[in-house]
């Protein structure tokens, strides 16, 4: 699959199919993650493979869970899939200057760094034939406990991976006339 075929036809994928994902297929969405690129070549990024399902059912209850009883679909999905993967961050080290200290307003550049490994991982998934979605909306310090991240990494996102049980539609895209401007904002 070419990288923009992959970009354009990849979805969030919330039901799975209990089928296993062997480890080639993990170890190839690892590499993809592996080669994003990061600031000063940090690789701030570390990686977590969870493939048991006590591990799983635990770390699924941290994700929130909406009012009314709304069930969040990522719960279901994180019990489902064969493997889950957990990105965190070594903190204090992205966005830093040669002598440690924070180079711009942004402060820790972590989040951005992490984000574009996430980014290769789903595409690199989807090009395989498998699914993910990108988690966010969980405790981040309880689920932190559950795996034994050390202090001074940030737990930062998750995804499940496995085989897709669903095929939704493109949701809209907003059209570049509505988001890109020439020679200053707004212009």
């Given at each position: 699959?070419?990288?923009?075929?992959?970009?354009?036809?990849?979805?969030?994928?919330?039901?799975?199919?209990?089928?296993?994902?062997?480890?080639?297929?993990?170890?190839?969405?690892?590499?993809?993650?592996?080669?994003?690129?990061?600031?000063?070549?940090?690789?701030?990024?570390?990686?977590?493979?969870?493939?048991?399902?006590?591990?799983?059912?635990?770390?699924?209850?941290?994700?929130?869970?909406?009012?009314?009883?709304?069930?969040?679909?990522?719960?279901?999905?994180?019990?489902?899939?064969?493997?889950?993967?957990?990105?965190?961050?070594?903190?204090?080290?992205?966005?830093?200057?040669?002598?440690?200290?924070?180079?711009?307003?942004?402060?820790?550049?972590?989040?951005?760094?992490?984000?574009?490994?996430?980014?290769?991982?789903?595409?690199a998934?989807?090009?395989?034939?498998?699914?993910?979605?990108?988690?966010?909306?969980?405790?981040?310090?309880?689920?932190?406990?559950v795996?034994?991240?050390?202090?001074?990494?940030?737990?930062?996102?998750?995804?499940?991976?496995?085989?897709?049980?669903?095929?939704?539609?493109?949701?809209?895209?907003?059209?570049?006339?509505?988001?890109?401007?020439?020679?200053?904002?707004g212009?």
């Amino acid at each position: 699959m070419e990288v923009l075929e992959a970009i354009e036809t990849r979805r969030s994928i919330r039901k799975y199919k209990s089928a296993p994902v062997d480890d080639k297929a993990v170890q190839a969405v690892l590499e993809a993650g592996r080669w994003a690129p990061s600031w000063a070549n940090t690789q701030c990024w570390r990686f977590i493979v969870v493939r048991d399902s006590k591990t799983k059912a635990a770390v699924a209850d941290t994700l929130f869970r909406g009012p009314g009883g709304f069930e969040n679909p990522g719960i279901t999905a994180v019990n489902t899939v064969p493997v889950l993967i957990v990105i965190c961050a070594k903190m204090g080290k992205s966005g830093c200057n040669p002598r440690g200290e924070i180079a711009t307003e942004k402060g820790d550049w972590y989040m951005f760094d992490t984000a574009l490994a996430v980014q290769n991982m789903v595409l690199a998934a989807h090009s395989l034939g498998l699914g993910t979605v990108i988690i966010g909306a969980f405790d981040a310090p309880a689920a932190a406990a559950v795996l034994g991240v050390p202090e001074g990494y940030s737990l930062v996102t998750l995804f499940p991976l496995g085989v897709p049980d669903e095929a939704p539609k493109a949701r809209p895209r907003k059209e570049l006339s509505e988001i890109v401007f020439k020679d200053k904002f707004g212009a």
